[in-house]
């Protein structure tokens, strides 16, 4: 792959509205990107594999728990700074973002928010510093855009519960050391539950042969008459609301993590299009080119306005998930056709692995998918502007 020659576009002066806290740290996270991911990513990606040296790098740039608090390993940032280290993290790779942005925002943020004060000892510093890694299983095989029609269940039986069921889709399962699983009580109500591995009748086979998000591993969750300590049920929130709570927030990450992508497959499409020569000249000369170019660092910029103007509204408590959606769906929309116009300007070269872009554009078609799809999203849009249900 060729060197990491990465520089960041700010067409609109947006640098001006963010701290100097801000800027450390995405500085941090870019240098360890460009040090630690770009020259390994390409070829782990190839071989489907995710590489687990970086989980250490991950911890100590901040990218697990960065808005949880210092006193449980967290980094105590604030929403937008939990936003750049997921740009930065998905300028690399959407894969490694997408390990990141489970850790926090669906394993260590509902046992922030949900969990016992032994909870929240026992596991959030140990999933900081990246000792423990986590999954987070709400998907099943036959619910996917609908969880709340989900099958897995658990029953009381006196000092344990007994989880049945299966999770499907399931990031950073084949190594997770712990799962937030969201599964029905006997009432029919959801609740989640810490499971960890090791306990008897839980497995997790990995789903091969994936086209996008190929370092990043996926796979089920099974559950088989699991013995699940009482202990281990989150205490503080039931109901479908309680995990929609944790995917507002790595929906949120996603705004900014597409960015990255975006701005990856651009900064590469405009420095080839500048040396590139056919007809005596650069391809960056000729109009057709300019076009896609222009346009690109135009969504770009709109993109960047919507991720920041969104990250003070979190940072006020402000933020509806209506307002989460429109952008998830956007930006990650937007990198998509940034991704595919790039690898166009590079022409054939654009489908190797010489450059990223190829692999952001796969890796894209997952994110357009996950934490609710392209067109979920927009339903919530319409559901919210006109109060009525178009999902059934
Ligand atoms: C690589 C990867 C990693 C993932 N990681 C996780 C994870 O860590 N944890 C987890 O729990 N899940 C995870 N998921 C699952 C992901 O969230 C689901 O794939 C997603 O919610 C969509 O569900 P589905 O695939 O079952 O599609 P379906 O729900 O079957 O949807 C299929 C199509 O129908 C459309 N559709 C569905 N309902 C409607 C409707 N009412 N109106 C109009 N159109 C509709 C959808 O938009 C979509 O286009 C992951 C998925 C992938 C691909």
Redesign the pocket.
């Given at each position: 792959m060729k060197p990491d020659l990465f520089e960041s576009p700010d067409y609109y002066n947006i640098d001006d509205l963010l701290t100097d806290e801000h800027k450390l740290v995405r500085s941090a996270a870019r240098d360890w990107v460009k040090r630690e991911v770009s020259p390994i990513i390409e070829e782990a990606a190839q071989k489907a594999e995710f590489p687990k040296q970086i989980i250490g790098g991950l911890a100590e740039i901040g990218a697990f728990g960065p808005y949880i608090p210092e006193e449980y390993g967290g980094a105590g940032l604030d929403q937008i700074a939990y936003g750049l280290i997921m740009q930065e993290i998905e300028r690399g790779d959407s894969g490694v973002r997408?390990t990141a942005s489970?850790q926090s925002s669906?394993v260590m943020y509902p046992i922030y928010k949900f969990g016992s004060e032994e909870q929240r000892k026992k596991y959030l510093p140990k999933l900081a510093s990246g000792e423990f890694m986590g999954?987070?299983?709400?998907?099943e095989p036959d619910h996917?855009?609908?969880p709340g029609g989900m099958v897995t269940n658990f029953k009381d039986a006196g000092d344990h519960y007994i989880l049945n069921g299966a999770?499907m889709?399931?990031?950073?399962s084949p190594f997770a050391d712990i799962a937030v699983v969201w599964a029905k009580s006997e009432e029919g109500r959801i609740h989640g539950l810490i499971v960890e591995r090791g306990m008897e009748g839980f497995s997790t086979p990995e789903t091969h042969n994936?086209w996008?998000?190929r370092a990043?591993a996926?796979g089920e969750l099974i559950f088989d008459n699991v013995k699940v300590p009482k202990e281990n049920l989150l205490p503080n929130k039931s109901g479908l609301g309680a995990p929609l709570l944790c995917l507002d927030s790595a929906r949120f990450g996603i705004a900014w993590g597409a960015i990255g992508a975006a701005m990856d497959c651009y900064d590469t499409a405009l420095r080839y299009a500048k040396e590139r020569q056919q007809f005596g000249k650069p391809i960056g000369a000729f109009q057709l080119q300019q076009k896609k170019l222009a346009e690109m660092i135009t969504e770009i910029t709109k993109a960047q306005l919507l991720a920041w103007r969104l990250g003070t509204l979190r940072n006020e408590g402000k933020a509806t998930s209506a307002q989460i959606s429109m952008a998830k769906r956007n930006n990650v929309d937007m990198a998509l056709k940034v991704a595919r116009d790039a690898r166009q300007i590079l022409g054939g070269m654009g489908i190797t692995g010489e450059y990223s872009i190829m692999r952001h554009m796969m890796n894209l078609e997952?994110v357009v998918?996950?934490?609710?799809?392209?067109?979920?999203h927009l339903?919530i849009t319409g559901l919210d502007i006109t109060g009525l249900n178009?999902?059934?």
């Amino acid at each position: 792959m060729k060197p990491d020659l990465f520089e960041s576009p700010d067409y609109y002066n947006i640098d001006d509205l963010l701290t100097d806290e801000h800027k450390l740290v995405r500085s941090a996270a870019r240098d360890w990107v460009k040090r630690e991911v770009s020259p390994i990513i390409e070829e782990a990606a190839q071989k489907a594999e995710f590489p687990k040296q970086i989980i250490g790098g991950l911890a100590e740039i901040g990218a697990f728990g960065p808005y949880i608090p210092e006193e449980y390993g967290g980094a105590g940032l604030d929403q937008i700074a939990y936003g750049l280290i997921m740009q930065e993290i998905e300028r690399g790779d959407s894969g490694v973002r997408s390990t990141a942005s489970v850790q926090s925002s669906l394993v260590m943020y509902p046992i922030y928010k949900f969990g016992s004060e032994e909870q929240r000892k026992k596991y959030l510093p140990k999933l900081a510093s990246g000792e423990f890694m986590g999954c987070f299983g709400l998907t099943e095989p036959d619910h996917g855009s609908n969880p709340g029609g989900m099958v897995t269940n658990f029953k009381d039986a006196g000092d344990h519960y007994i989880l049945n069921g299966a999770k499907m889709w399931i990031s950073n399962s084949p190594f997770a050391d712990i799962a937030v699983v969201w599964a029905k009580s006997e009432e029919g109500r959801i609740h989640g539950l810490i499971v960890e591995r090791g306990m008897e009748g839980f497995s997790t086979p990995e789903t091969h042969n994936k086209w996008s998000l190929r370092a990043s591993a996926t796979g089920e969750l099974i559950f088989d008459n699991v013995k699940v300590p009482k202990e281990n049920l989150l205490p503080n929130k039931s109901g479908l609301g309680a995990p929609l709570l944790c995917l507002d927030s790595a929906r949120f990450g996603i705004a900014w993590g597409a960015i990255g992508a975006a701005m990856d497959c651009y900064d590469t499409a405009l420095r080839y299009a500048k040396e590139r020569q056919q007809f005596g000249k650069p391809i960056g000369a000729f109009q057709l080119q300019q076009k896609k170019l222009a346009e690109m660092i135009t969504e770009i910029t709109k993109a960047q306005l919507l991720a920041w103007r969104l990250g003070t509204l979190r940072n006020e408590g402000k933020a509806t998930s209506a307002q989460i959606s429109m952008a998830k769906r956007n930006n990650v929309d937007m990198a998509l056709k940034v991704a595919r116009d790039a690898r166009q300007i590079l022409g054939g070269m654009g489908i190797t692995g010489e450059y990223s872009i190829m692999r952001h554009m796969m890796n894209l078609e997952s994110v357009v998918t996950y934490e609710g799809t392209h067109d979920i999203h927009l339903l919530i849009t319409g559901l919210d502007i006109t109060g009525l249900n178009a999902f059934k």
